[in-house]
């Protein structure tokens, strides 16, 4: 402002009148708006709390609601799995086509035939189609290089199992197919196929063990085991049995087609040998290559055709 237009403030103006200069707003000289400030209430609004309902007298809600979001209920599996998935799983049909073969009478669940619409089962439990039993699990087939000092069960009350060693492998309910003793070592299968559990228990899988004996084994009786013979009234037969190659005669190779081990001991104690050490090297088409001990691997599908040529 000039020190004219000082002066001249609140001077009367000149038009007869005993009005006062205000001061002219025009030119830029508007004064600056002052910024607004929130009306202060009395309660603070908290951003992260939940909108309250309000409701009428009938009950009816009042005013807009947010979408609010359902607590998702986890399924438990102990509750089980309903038959007709249980079925369509399996590869059978489709769930509405199961209902209708459950509701025709031929399903079975533990032996008992089930019409109930809705009926829940286990993944333990046997269930049958048309008489065939039925698995809601792909086949699986995991094999185990086992060492020494796991049982082959899946019992946890036998201590430290094969079973502990594979947990990992699949969330299938894998079972060992054969036996290999607490200190045995060597292959050992996992599968929950029970058509080829059915088929090779009844058939077998040779299965080449290294054996180590006490003291060398005598020729006459490595003839002997070779011939078959009788113990007890049961016959003993082998596929092949022979020394290690450049290792003691207290080494020996022997194939068989029994799914335990028991007979190994069972041979050679007869004899009047005492077993050291037994290690499945082979079994069927599979061998320990690049397999190291306590370590698992899956069958390849290449493989799975090979059984199907023994």
Request: charged share 30%; hydrophobic share 30%.
């Amino acid at each position: 402002m000039s020190r004219q237009e000082n002066q001249n403030r609140g001077k009367a103006s000149g038009r007869g009148s005993n009005n006062q200069r205000n001061r002219s707003n025009a030119r830029g000289n508007a004064p600056l708006k002052s910024e607004s400030t929130p009306k202060k209430t009395g309660r603070q609004q908290d951003p992260t709390a939940k909108p309250k309902l309000r409701f009428d007298k009938t009950g009816k809600e009042i005013g807009r609601r947010e979408k609010l979001v359902k607590e998702v209920k986890k399924s438990n599996p102990e509750d089980g799995i309903r038959l007709n998935k249980y079925i369509a799983n399996s590869g059978v049909c489709s769930r509405r086509e199961a209902d209708t073969y459950i509701a025709t009478g031929l399903v079975s669940v533990n032996g008992k035939i089930i019409n109930e619409m809705g009926y829940k089962v286990q993944l333990s439990d046997d269930v049958r189609f048309d008489g065939r039993r039925l698995n809601p699990e792909p086949n699986t087939y995991v094999l185990l290089n086992k060492p020494k000092g796991f049982a082959t069960t899946d019992s946890n009350a036998k201590g430290m199992t094969v079973m502990d060693l594979v947990a990992n492998a699949t969330t299938a309910k894998i079972k060992p197919f054969g036996r290999l003793g607490r200190n045995a070592t060597g292959l050992l299968l996992f599968t929950n196929d029970d058509e080829f559990v059915q088929k090779f228990t009844k058939k077998g899988i040779p299965r080449l063990f290294h054996i180590e004996l006490d003291k060398n084994l005598k020729a006459e009786h490595l003839k002997k085991i070779k011939d078959g013979f009788s113990i007890e009234g049961k016959e003993i037969s082998v596929e092949e049995i022979s020394y290690v190659d450049n290792a003691p005669k207290s080494e020996i190779g022997l194939k068989i087609k029994h799914t335990g081990n028991s007979i190994i001991r069972t041979i050679f104690e007869h004899l009047g040998y005492d077993v050291v050490r037994v290690d499945c090297v082979t079994l069927g088409p599979l061998t320990k290559k690049d397999l190291p001990r306590g370590r698992w691997r899956t069958l390849t599908e290449k493989e799975l055709n090979m059984f199907s040529m023994l």
